[in-house]
T-cell receptor
């Protein structure tokens, strides 16, 4: 019974490069959330997606950041032209959706921008 | 939007003692309140949750209480053990237009052997 799978666990990028973070939800889950965590801080909501739809992206920066959850395959969080301030842990969570609000988190991707 | 405040930011207790972490929320439309435990280098793990139609819930050594009128909820851990040491986050989920979890800033719990 696999949980939420995120890869890579660690990602190092130089300033200006692109970062792609992947998230496969738990089996049977069709709702995906992305959160960002800075050192010694709480988790900040970025975006909420269902298959092929962005439901709420109110927490995502307007520029350089995008997310998708295609019909087939994992959800992708894409950061273009990364800057040092993008260095953080990025967590994905999934849920059944509907009236079920339980979110289950993956182990995260630690992004380091040099 | 929703605002969740969590106290204390750090808490040290002796093994076997109890630990209490408190949170307040601002959005009266919030109706689901989970607690997560995060160990170093890992993702948050759901440990207990409570819905707004319930005042208290218990699971072995862990209990959560909710005062909807005052908009605050608390996590209680009894008979603490060293393996309880971690960062604990409270969160609230609004049933309104913004269906998302809003997290508190976390409490670093250290259980001293």
């Amino acid at each position: 019974n696999a949980g939420v799978m995120q890869n890579p666990r660690h990602l190092v990028r130089r300033r200006g490069q692109e970062a792609r973070l992947r998230c496969s939800p738990m089996k049977g889950h069709s709702h995906v959330y992305w959160y960002r965590q800075l050192p010694e801080e709480g988790l900040k909501f970025m975006v909420y997606l269902q298959k092929e739809n962005i439901i709420d992206e109110s927490g995502m920066p307007k520029e350089r950041f995008s997310a998708e959850f295609p019909k087939e395959g994992p959800s992708i969080l894409r950061i273009q032209q990364v800057v040092r301030g993008d260095s953080a842990a990025y967590f994905c969570a999934s849920s059944l959706g509907g009236s079920d609000e339980k979110l289950f988190f993956g182990s995260g991707t630690q992004l380091s921008v040099l | 939007g929703e605002n969740v405040e969590q106290h204390p930011s750090t808490l040290s207790v002796q093994e076997g003692d109890s630990a209490v972490i408190k949170c307040t929320y601002s959005d009266s439309a919030s109706n689901y309140f989970p607690w997560y435990k995060q160990e170093l280098g890992k993702g948050p793990q759901l440990i207990i949750d409570i819905r707004s139609n319930v005042g208290e819930k218990k699971d072995q050594r862990i209990a959560v209480t909710l005062n909807k009128t005052a908009k605050h909820f608390s996590l209680h851990i009894t008979e603490t053990q060293p393996e309880d040491s971690a960062v604990y986050f409270c969160a609230s989920f609004s049933s309104g237009s913004a269906r998302q979890l809003t997290f508190g800033s976390g409490t670093q719990l250290t259980v001293l052997p």
